[in-house]
């Protein structure tokens, strides 16, 4: 799931895609 938003957002980086995932649950 990390990797599918971090493709949909590469200005983000993995890091931070990583956080908002943990905030979503």
Do not use: S
């Not at 957002?9 to 895609?17: F, Q, S």
């Amino acid at each position: 799931c990390c990797r599918a938003v971090a493709e949909k957002y590469p200005e983000i980086n993995y890091e931070e895609v990583i956080i908002d995932n943990c905030c979503m649950m």
